[in-house]
């Protein structure tokens, strides 16, 4: 994929990861594999803001 993520500014982050997550992605794994980012660093940028990744329901909360 040529579209970065917008990885400076977690709110914007967290926006575009859960739009993603709902309309185009089963997993947290399988939008990081596409995107080539490392997953860690995802849910550190989005931790710094209190957001946890659940698996249950494909979302940060």
């Known amino acids: 994929m ?7 500014d977690p709110v914007i982050l967290l926006s575009v990861i859960n739009t993603k997550l709902r309309d185009f992605y089963p997993s947290l ?19 710094s803001i209190d957001y946890e990744y659940d698996k249950e329901i494909n979302q940060f909360i």
């Open 2 to 8: 040529n579209i970065e993520l917008p990885t400076k």
């Open 29 to 47: 794994t399988a939008l990081c594999e596409d995107y080539h980012v490392d997953e860690e660093t995802i849910k550190e940028k989005l931790r």
